[in-house]
């Protein structure tokens, strides 16, 4: 299983430098584009078989609990990622044998 947070890479360009001192060239990917790493990661992992569960999607339906600038959650963004984690693991994890 692996859990998709927002990363700063999408929601924010305050740590370009960082990525593109590791070799990113991130001048093709505005904002709004970035998301597509994740959509393509997540792709791939479920085409393998690896159960997946991003969460960015979810809280930016949330009033309030997705801020385009900043990664850190709020404690009702803390509570809904909980619950969709614990959500997740009882639907596709838990055996009901």
């Known amino acids: ?14 740590y370009d430098y960082f990525f593109k001192e590791c070799g990113f060239n991130l001048e093709d990917f505005p904002l709004r584009e970035r998301r597509k790493i994740t959509n393509y990661i997540e792709t791939q992992l479920n085409k393998s078989g ?26 009702e963004g803390h509570k809904i990622v909980s619950k969709l984690i614990v959500d997740f693991i009882e639907s596709n994890l838990v055996s009901t044998r």
């Open 1 to 14: 299983m692996v859990i998709f947070l927002p990363e700063s890479l999408q929601v924010s360009t305050n």
């Open 50 to 75: 690896i159960k997946t569960l991003d969460t960015t999607s979810a809280l930016e339906k949330e009033n309030g609990m997705y801020i385009n600038s900043d990664v850190h959650l709020n404690k």
